[in-house]
C-alpha cells in the first residue's frame, strides 16, 4: 500500500493563479481532510470529506474549494492565491470516524504565493 | 466554536528526565483525543490515543490522562531519550472534526 499520497511535494504560484493539490489514499478510508500548517499554528482543518460525495467546512475553509467524487480522491483547489495561502498542506484519511479513528497524513505539499 | 489550547508551546527537559504536555477543550461532546508527533520535515503520526470512557492510558514510556470534568488532558513521557525530540499536537473530534492544539516543540537536552 502506498498510503496517503500527495502531488506536488513543492509549488511557487503567483498571486491569483489557480491550482489543486492532489490526495490519494490506497487504504478504502471513508474519511479524508486537508490541514495547513503555519509556524506558531499548529495544525488547522481546511475541508473534510466523510465519504465519495460528501464534504463539508473545517475551521479556515475561506479560499479553499474540495470535491469527493471517488472514496479515493480528494482534491483541494484554490482558485485564485493569496500570498496569505503560503503554507505547508497536509492531507490526512482514516477509517470511518464512528468504526476507527486514527487519521494517516500524507508528505505534504509545501505552496509559496508570490 | 470548537477550541483546542496546548502548553506550554516549547519544553526543554534533560535526557532521561519526565515531560508533561498539556491540553484544554471547550467541547463537552469531544469524546476522543489523540496526540501526534512530527519529526522536523515529516508528517505527523499518531502516537498514542484516548476515547472518553478511559481516564488514563499507557504505552511503554508514553501515558495519556484525561479528565472530563475539567476539559483537559495530558501527554506524559517518563524517561525522555534524545529521539523525543519533535513537535507534539494534542488534537480533540469534535462530531466529524479532529482539532488540533498549536503544539510542543520538545528539546531533550544532553
Known amino acids: 500500500n502506498a498510503g496517503v499520497t500527495q502531488t506536488p511535494k513543492f509549488q511557487v504560484l503567483k498571486t491569483g493563479q489557480s491550482m489543486t493539490l492532489q490526495c490519494a489514499q490506497d487504504?478504502?478510508?471513508?474519511?479524508m481532510s486537508w490541514y495547513r500548517q503555519d509556524p506558531g499554528m499548529g495544525l488547522r482543518l481546511i475541508h473534510y470529506?466523510?465519504?465519495?460525495?460528501?464534504?463539508d467546512q473545517g475551521e479556515v475553509p475561506n479560499g479553499y474549494n474540495v470535491s469527493r467524487s471517488t472514496t479515493e480522491d480528494f482534491p483541494l483547489r484554490l482558485l485564485s492565491a493569496a500570498p496569505s495561502q503560503t503554507s505547508v498542506y497536509f492531507c490526512?484519511?482514516?477509517?470511518?470516524?464512528?468504526?476507527?479513528?486514527?487519521?494517516?497524513f500524507g508528505p505534504g505539499t509545501r505552496l509559496t504565493v508570490l | 466554536g470548537e477550541n483546542v489550547e496546548q502548553h506550554p508551546s516549547t519544553l526543554s527537559v534533560q535526557e532521561g528526565d519526565s515531560a508533561v504536555i498539556k491540553c484544554t477543550y471547550s467541547?463537552?461532546?469531544?469524546?476522543?483525543f489523540p496526540w501526534y508527533k512530527q519529526e522536523l520535515g515529516k508528517r505527523p503520526q499518531l502516537i498514542i490515543d484516548?476515547?472518553?470512557?478511559?481516564g488514563e492510558k499507557k504505552d511503554q514510556r508514553i501515558a495519556v490522562t484525561l479528565n472530563k470534568t475539567a476539559k483537559h488532558f495530558s501527554l506524559h513521557i517518563t524517561e525522555t531519550q534524545p529521539e523525543d525530540s519533535a513537535v507534539y499536537f494534542c488534537?480533540?473530534?469534535?462530531?466529524?472534526?479532529?482539532?488540533f492544539g498549536k503544539g510542543t516543540r520538545l528539546h531533550i537536552l544532553p
Open positions: 484516548i476515547r472518553s470512557n478511559v
Open positions: 470529506s466523510v465519504g465519495a460525495g460528501i464534504t
Open positions: 467541547d463537552s461532546a469531544s469524546n476522543y
Open positions: 488534537a480533540a473530534k469534535v462530531d466529524d472534526k479532529i482539532i
Open positions: 487504504m478504502n478510508h471513508e474519511y
Open positions: 490526512a484519511s482514516s477509517l470511518n470516524p464512528s468504526s476507527g479513528y486514527e487519521q494517516f
